[in-house]
């Protein structure tokens, strides 16, 4: 296919911050399926021709070379909805974008773009019901996965007990800090921690050469999700006068972070405090062990105890940690049964292939083109 790939190519939109996730994930497997691509960085073209003179471009850029697919991934408003709509409905090519956090974003975000879009992807099983609720019907429930052409497994000794790649927001801090109260050595790397950011290779490294990989589930919000449930703990208990004041609630949350999840719902909170992450791929995916906070439905693709492990409490992930790194058979039991579960279900082209076929094209992989044209 001859795909007009509109994402930001670094992080954030910071080059200096090194290539995006979209780049290492989507657009990477993407060539590597042997797609024609035509890379539209809309953020970098943002920068250099503003917001209105970059829409025009795309539509002349979508116009003049006429696709078979325009695949978008939305960060914030750099996009002109009509510009987009000028697009979509094959004329010049159907339009698809990948909604990243509809956990969290989806009223004042998703619900105003999706109209723009022939077709969308969700990640998140409790947004189904909101598109049907708006009247969105071409919505496509995919999921993270592991880009196999990147991620992999390396023939590395183990250097590190436990490792955590990834920002420190939310509770990341306090569970960091519970295990190294308890002696155990955990390493973190990631923006926000004093280590810094690894680039994509390092990253893979680190998979491969730790014992235990950590991953935290919940959202990439830190203010917000910490305000939230803060304030919501704290009235909870106040409600009920298991507590009376709240700061004796932040004090219990900061102890044991995940204590009240089996109390979200009555408490009126949101649920995207937990989602898959796409860690929950990776990791598997170059063999290593993961050990898992929970998220929504992430049993539907991986069977805990058997293909990872995962913690509720505080108490539960220093156990865990503790009898994993004693118990090195049933972890690498564990850690091999995660990889092929991954490899045989759980890749982008995969993904991708589901996608493709939902969309009424051939979902045929086979390398035919690995051309990249790069739109100026």
Not at 67 to 96: K, N, Q
Not at 191 to 220: E, H, P, V, Y
Not at 225 to 231: D, F, Q, V, Y
Not at 238 to 249: D, F, Q, V
Request: net charge positive; aromatic share 12%.
């Amino acid at each position: 296919m001859r795909i007009l790939y509109v994402a930001l190519k670094f992080d954030y939109n910071r080059a200096e911050q090194g290539l995006s996730f979209e780049h290492y994930n989507f657009f990477d497997t993407l060539q590597n399926l042997g797609h024609e691509i035509l890379y539209f960085d809309f953020g970098t073209l943002y920068l250099r021709l503003g917001r209105e003179r970059m829409n025009r471009r795309l539509v002349e850029v979508a116009h003049s070379e006429k696709p078979d697919l325009m695949f978008t991934v939305l960060m914030a408003d750099e996009l002109d909805p009509a510009a987009i709509r000028s697009i979509s409905g094959g004329h010049p090519c159907p339009t698809l974008n990948w909604f990243c956090d509809d956990h969290y974003r989806f009223e004042s975000f998703t619900r105003r773009w999706a109209p723009a879009f022939d077709y969308v992807v969700t990640t998140t099983n409790s947004a189904l019901a909101k598109y049907q609720a708006m009247g969105y019907r071409n919505v496509i429930k995919s999921q993270w996965a592991c880009n196999h052409f990147l991620y992999r497994k390396v023939n590395l000794p183990l250097k590190y007990d436990v490792t955590f790649v990834g920002q420190p927001h939310g509770n990341r801090r306090e569970l960091v800090r519970a295990l190294k109260m308890a002696n155990i050595d955990v390493k973190t790397w990631g923006t926000g921690w004093d280590t810094g950011r690894l680039s994509q290779d390092k990253m893979i490294k680190i998979f491969n050469s730790s014992c235990i990989n950590l991953n935290f589930s919940n959202a990439a919000s830190p203010e917000r999700s910490a305000t939230l449930l803060r304030n919501n703990v704290a009235k909870f208990f106040r409600r009920t006068g298991l507590m009376p004041i709240a700061k004796g609630a932040r004090r219990l949350v900061s102890l044991n972070p995940f204590i009240t999840r089996q109390s979200v719902t009555r408490m009126g909170m949101v649920r995207y405090l937990e989602q898959i992450k796409g860690r929950n791929f990776e990791v598997p995916g170059c063999g290593g062990f993961l050990l898992t906070a929970p998220a929504e439905d992430l049993d539907s693709y991986y069977v805990p105890g058997r293909e990872l492990a995962s913690f509720d409490t505080v108490g539960e992930l220093i156990d865990k940690v503790r009898y994993f790194l004693a118990n090195e058979a049933e972890r690498v039991t564990i850690a091999e049964a995660g990889y092929q579960r991954t490899i045989r279900e759980h890749t982008y082209a995969h993904r991708f292939a589901d996608i493709l076929k939902q969309m009424g094209f051939d979902s045929d992989n086979s390398a035919v083109s690995e051309q990249v044209d790069l739109i100026t």
